[in-house]
């Protein structure tokens, strides 16, 4: 159940207007970014964990009239591979669904899209999405991507967590994906899978759903 100590619109709003990296000299994120969720999270069964938003798109996963990616993966996976009947984001949400970027901003190189760098990874993570998994305590969080690890590590870390078969996270992603760890946020645990970005381009997009289903299992839904 969401926490009633916090107010999820007050989490919102701090992130659209958060100018912490521009404060810390981290002039390749491009913040403040006003592409928060659109609807707030209730009784999540399992949080998808992302990497960040797009560059020079004004849209991502909560906006449905765009054609987003990320979305069309997520929900392609949870249809095809799980049977899941969900085309919207309604249907995502009343499913015990919902996902966050690890990072809220996206970062530029050069004038394109790259990766955040650790510093801002840890920056935005204990940040932003410290309060919104303190907000949310999911059942069970999916992992997606590099970023989101990244993230998730440096967060039990802030949280002092100690996590359980935490030796089996590997030292690459490869090796860390569909690994099951758990942890305590506040007075709940909860698990935790480890798998890859869903983009079909991965000759591995379709175990990302056997990683799924794996967390399924483990939280008995």
Same mark, same amino acid.
């Given at each position: ?15 659209? %207007? ?105 920056? %935005? ?15 069970? &969080? ?11 590590? &440096?967060? %039990? ?50 175990? &990302? ?13």
């Amino acid at each position: 159940m969401p926490n009633s100590n916090t107010n999820w619109q007050e989490i919102e709003t701090e992130i659209r %207007c958060c100018t912490n990296c521009r404060e810390h000299d981290f002039f390749a994120v491009k913040s403040p970014d006003e592409r928060v969720p659109t609807s707030e999270p209730k009784n999540v069964k399992i949080l998808f964990v992302s990497e960040a938003p797009p560059l020079n798109t004004r849209y991502y996963f909560f906006y449905e009239n765009s054609n987003d990616r990320l979305r069309n993966s997520v929900f392609e996976l949870l249809r095809g591979d799980l049977g899941y009947e969900i085309s919207t984001i309604n249907d995502f949400i009343a499913a015990g669904f919902y996902l966050l970027p690890t990072v809220k901003c996206p970062s530029a190189k050069d004038g394109r899209n790259t990766a955040p760098t650790k510093s801002v990874i840890k920056l %935005c993570a204990v940040q932003h999405l410290k309060r919104e998994l303190e907000h949310i305590q999911p059942d069970g &969080i999916c992992l997606l991507g590099r970023t989101a690890l990244q993230g998730f590590l &440096i967060l %039990c870390e802030s949280w002092g967590a100690e996590v359980q078969n935490s030796r089996e996270v590997g030292r690459t992603l490869s090796e860390a994906a569909g690994k099951v760890l758990e942890m305590r946020v506040k007075a709940k645990k909860i698990k935790v899978v480890i798998s890859y970005w869903p983009t079909k381009r991965h000759r591995k997009f379709h175990e &990302i759903s056997k990683h799924i289903k794996i967390l399924l299992d483990e939280i008995d839904i």
